[in-house]
């Protein structure tokens, strides 16, 4: 099922404005302040939620066209409310958006878009194992490991919040990206779990 691309272009034009945005936003601000933590994670807590804009999920990942969105944060939540604020009112794909916290993969395993928290890297590794082959889009951040990186991995370029994608993991697990995320993501290097 589209979530953005195909059903709702002109939405997607306007997502894809605001994503590029703040990109640009995010690569522009002075080193100081991106190394923020409270403004490192409201650009990330911004592009979470935006990212799903620009996924297409098989039919299989909603039960209905009237289920919302569910972004899961597994482990540590290094947002606090920002995720929340962020997400209030807004809508992708005609889709409401629901923010849930989770100490473990079982409740991770019915999210669309699951962020994997400050977790150690066997953690992590563990959850994206347990994911593999779902229509889930994860993403992980600049502390792990090749071995344990997300479909959308966060880095920090001279203390700017970037990303990069995995489309071969996000094929993996039947989904597709859009090639106007791909073109503002950076060249990455793909994740070497097997998924």
Same mark, same amino acid.
């Given at each position: 099922?589209?979530?953005?691309?195909?059903?709702?272009?002109?939405?997607?034009?306007?997502?894809?404005?605001?994503? &590029?945005?703040?990109?640009?936003?995010?690569?522009?601000?002075?080193?100081?302040?991106?190394?923020?933590?409270?403004l490192e994670y409201?650009?990330? &807590?911004?592009?979470?939620?935006?990212?799903?804009?620009?996924?297409?999920?098989?039919?299989?990942?909603?039960?209905?066209?009237?289920?919302?969105?569910k972004v899961c944060?597994?482990?540590?939540?290094?947002?606090?409310?920002?995720?929340?604020?962020?997400?209030?009112?807004?809508?992708?794909?005609?889709?409401?958006?629901?923010?849930?916290?989770?100490?473990?993969?079982d409740r991770a395993?019915?999210?669309?878009?699951?962020?994997?928290?400050?977790?150690?890297?066997? &953690?992590?590794?563990?959850?994206?194992?347990?994911?593999?082959?779902?229509?889930?889009?994860?993403?992980?951040?600049?502390?792990?490991?090749?071995?344990?990186?997300?479909?959308?991995?966060?880095?920090?370029?001279?203390?700017?919040?970037?990303?990069?994608?995995?489309?071969?993991?996000? &094929?993996?697990?039947?989904?597709?990206?859009?090639?106007?995320?791909?073109?503002?993501?950076?060249?990455?290097?793909?994740?070497?779990?097997?998924?």
């Amino acid at each position: 099922m589209t979530v953005g691309r195909a059903a709702h272009s002109p939405w997607l034009a306007r997502a894809g404005v605001a994503l &590029a945005t703040l990109c640009l936003f995010a690569s522009l601000a002075p080193p100081a302040r991106a190394q923020n933590a409270k403004l490192e994670y409201a650009v990330k &807590a911004a592009f979470l939620y935006k990212l799903a804009a620009f996924v297409d999920w098989p039919s299989s990942a909603f039960e209905d066209a009237a289920m919302p969105l569910k972004v899961c944060i597994v482990g540590t939540n290094p947002f606090g409310d920002q995720l929340e604020q962020a997400t209030a009112g807004q809508r992708i794909g005609g889709r409401s958006i629901q923010v849930r916290r989770s100490a473990n993969l079982d409740r991770a395993a019915n999210c669309h878009v699951v962020y994997l928290g400050n977790a150690d890297a066997s &953690a992590a590794l563990r959850t994206l194992q347990g994911l593999r082959g779902k229509p889930v889009l994860t993403v992980t951040d600049a502390s792990f490991e090749d071995s344990s990186r997300g479909i959308i991995h966060f880095v920090l370029r001279e203390g700017r919040v970037r990303f990069e994608v995995d489309s071969d993991a996000a &094929a993996r697990n039947g989904m597709t990206l859009s090639s106007k995320l791909t073109a503002l993501a950076l060249p990455g290097r793909p994740s070497v779990l097997r998924r």
